[in-house]
């Protein structure tokens, strides 16, 4: 929790070490291969804020652009 809370890059070491935690295939390890899998997940995303930033653009954008056609007389 706390690799992904604070700084979503990764160190190669750490990545390579991530890596084999997901290979590791027996019941007792699932949870630690599970979690190796959401934290290397985790650090290929975009930070939330940028992801946010992304689907407003396109929102006010899309209402920019076809907002004049949704005026209240045309939904009733």
Known sequence: DQL???DPTLTDELMAILTELT????TTNAKVALRARQVL???HLP???L????VESIFLSAIDMYGHQ???ENLQ
């Open 4 to 6: 992904c809370g604070r």
């Open 23 to 26: 290979q590791l295939s027996k």
């Open 41 to 43: 997940i985790a650090s």
């Open 47 to 49: 930070s939330y804020e």
């Open 51 to 54: 992801r946010h930033n992304q």
């Open 70 to 72: 949704f005026c209240i």
